[in-house]
């Protein structure tokens, strides 16, 4: 994965500094780095209890998804069915799985132009204290 | 077995089987003393604090709104393991007294659930795509709705389509022995003025968060809700709980109006209709991807989901 790009988080707060802005735990995922994986959007799956951008990596062809808001979170940002559709070039930054497999979870999603589409979870802080909930 | 005895026996079973069937009702109609909150109600409709408004003037607080649990207290493990520093970014608690007053058990358990998310356990009755239930319901960051009626008002939650129903019309709780803990409880309220009061009590034990503290099946609240400027609505809240709380707590949450997009609309969902999150055997969230065993794919709702693989 070549375009798998690991950062080390200058965020004080990960694991535990997600809001609990959706029905499950953001625990599986490893808020203390991120990924970026370039590719070409498969699908935007705009649906509930969460939205789900699936695109295929560029470098080796996998499938990534990444976990999103409910539409009604997306909307409020204004993300919209049509704004990732098929074919699209992207490159999504996420909190990746802890377990290493193709998902994570979106932060912001960069376009073909260079714009950045931000889909930060909902609550996220990057300033809160581990330990403390979110 | 002579005939004494086996009376003696039928006897006790008969006994012990009235008894077993009187225990699901007696344990929770019986203990569940809401005496405290239902005076307070009672004395805030003796004595209101402003003059009643027709009934067809009531307040107007139409539009999408929504809730934060940033209003709560809370909670981070000190170096000693105890719970020593209480954080809300919208409520200014003056002190950790005025933050839950948490009884030494509910303490300890919200110990217990700060210290699983340090081993990455966070699953709670939510992920099982369950209501959240009163009064976690206050602070959920879905959409909610107000809708007032001269006898009724629907607070409307986006999440789980949850509903508490606030009986206007002078009606009074449901009685004891047709009552069983609900997931909203059970309300009545009336008006003050343009302020909603409203008593709840028969609710469900949850927690106010993942990661917040937990409340018990004997929780019962008294509110007092106010449209306080045209973009929030103001929740005043006194909760009551005997198992959970030291003493009665009292809150201020809010909730704001949602401006962006202005024609937001909220939509009926259910939770579980493409959830591919599951309890993996260490008690922590999994999610399940597409191509492995157990996936619901959302283009394929009208077939039967399979059972989620653990």
């Known amino acids: 994965m070549k375009s798998l790009s690991i950062w080390l988080a200058l965020l004080a707060a990960p694991i535990l500094s997600i809001s609990a802005s959706a029905h499950h735990s953001h625990a599986m995922f490893d808020t203390s780095k991120r990924i970026a994986i370039s590719g070409t959007v498969m699908k935007f799956e705009f649906t509930n209890p969460h939205s789900w951008l699936k695109v295929v990596n560029e470098a080796d062809g996998e499938l990534w998804s990444f976990e999103t808001g409910a539409p009604s979170q997306l909307l409020r940002k204004g993300v919209k069915l049509s704004t990732f559709p098929p074919g699209m070039k992207v490159t999504v930054r996420a909190f990746p799985l802890r377990d290493g497999r193709a998902g994570g979870e979106a932060v912001n999603v960069t376009l073909a132009d260079g714009s950045v589409v931000s889909i930060e979870p909902e609550g996220y802080n990057p300033t809160a204290t581990p330990g403390a909930a979110p | ?310």
């Open chain 2, 1 to 310: 077995m002579s005939g004494t005895a086996w009376r003696g026996r039928v006897a006790l079973t008969a006994g012990a089987a009235i008894v077993a069937m009187a225990l699901p009702l007696s344990s929770f109609a019986q203990t569940a003393d809401f005496s405290e909150s239902l005076a307070a109600y009672q004395d805030m409709k003796a004595h209101p604090k402003n003059k009643p408004l027709p009934a067809n003037k009531l307040p107007d607080w139409s539009g999408v709104w929504t809730g934060s649990p940033d209003y709560l207290p809370y909670y981070r493990l000190g170096a000693d393991g105890k719970l020593t520093v209480r954080i809300s970014t919208r409520n200014n608690f003056a002190s950790s007294k005025q933050a839950a007053p948490l009884s030494p058990e509910y303490e300890a358990k919200a110990i217990k659930v700060l210290q699983d998310r340090v081993k990455g356990i966070d699953w709670d009755y939510v992920s099982n795509c369950i209501p959240a239930g009163f009064p976690r319901w206050t602070v959920s960051h879905y959409l909610k709705e107000f809708a007032i009626t001269p006898s009724m008002v629907w607070l409307l939650n986006e999440e789980q389509s949850e509903v508490r129903r606030v009986y206007t019309d002078g009606r009074g709780h449901t009685p004891r022995d047709e009552a069983y803990p609900l997931y909203e409880g059970d309300s009545i309220g009336f008006w003050d003025g343009d302020t909603l009061v409203v008593h709840t009590i028969d609710n469900k034990e949850g927690t106010w968060d993942r990661s917040a503290a937990a409340y018990s099946d004997q929780v019962n609240t008294v509110e007092r809700i106010r449209k306080v400027s045209n973009d929030v609505i103001e929740d005043q809240m006194t909760v009551y709980d005997k198992l959970a709380l030291t003493k009665p707590w009292n809150v201020t949450f809010q909730f704001t109006r949602v401006k962006e997009p202005a024609d937001l609309r909220i939509r009926m969902y259910s939770c579980n209709e493409n959830n591919n999150v599951v309890q993996d055997e260490k008690g922590n969230s999994h999610h399940v991807l597409p191509g492995e065993t157990g996936y619901k794919d959302p283009e394929s709702r009208t077939e039967a989901a399979p059972s989620p693989a653990k």
